[in-house]
């Protein structure tokens, strides 16, 4: 379960775009492109004019991340996708403490990488979506130094506006980096033993910070 560093760097990319926005104003979830490109344009923004992000403050990422990622995403089916076929056979506790921890991860991961973020913007590739598709792939790609990384997303329209539920980085989805490894623990250990062991990586991930 544990990202390359390459993968790392690149997730972190993916962290921004899912949108760390400053500010009180609300991200315009009306068209699934438009909805990405404010959140990328914004949060880009927000990581090179805050020391703290750049930093790798954890906790304020994480606090970021919860009042303003969380609004568009759709993070119980970003994280079924993850568990896959196994997703529902855990009770609705199981869910909440797999959404729970699996949050925590990427969190961490992506904080872990904040600080790769210099310089880089965000390009919007046409949308290839008609107007009545519930949906879409929006395709982006992050350009800075070297070639440019290929960064897509995953939105279905819900009736508060579209949400993601999904990232692509270099050609491979978030959920899908995830699913192999989750089952393997799952066969072995079941429900819990995934839990236990995401709750264990978390812990561990956290002890530095702690006793810093």
Do not use: C
């Not at 568009?72 to 909440?96: E, I, K, L």
């Not at 590739?125 to 519930?134: F, G, I, N, Q, V």
């Not at 980085?169 to 799952?186: K, M, P, T």
Request: hydrophobic share 45%; glycine share 8%.
């Amino acid at each position: 379960m544990k990202l390359p560093t390459s993968l790392r760097r690149v997730f972190a990319v993916a962290a921004l775009g899912l949108g760390l926005v400053h500010g009180a104003q609300a991200a315009d979830a009306s068209a699934p492109d438009l909805l990405i490109r404010q959140l990328s344009l914004e949060t880009i923004e927000a990581v090179k004019a805050d020391k703290a992000i750049q930093g790798g403050d954890v906790s304020k990422i994480i606090t970021l991340v919860d009042t303003k990622i969380m609004p568009y995403v759709d993070f119980q089916r970003m994280t079924a996708s993850a568990v896959g076929r196994f997703w529902r056979q855990a009770t609705p506790d199981q869910q909440n403490r797999l959404q729970a921890e699996f949050k925590t991860l990427l969190m961490r991961t992506y904080a872990g990488a904040l600080t790769q973020v210099k310089d880089q913007t965000i390009g919007l590739k046409p949308l290839r979506a008609a107007p009545e598709d519930t949906d879409v792939v929006v395709r982006t790609e992050v350009r800075g130094k070297g070639d440019p990384i290929q960064l897509d997303y995953r939105l279905e329209k819900t009736p508060a506006g579209w949400r993601i539920y999904d990232v692509n980085v270099l050609g491979i989805w978030l959920a899908d980096q995830y699913r192999n490894s989750f089952a393997q623990e799952i066969g072995a250990n079941g429900i819990d033993g995934l839990i236990k062991s995401l709750a264990d990586k978390n812990a561990k991930a956290a002890a530095p910070a702690a006793k810093g």
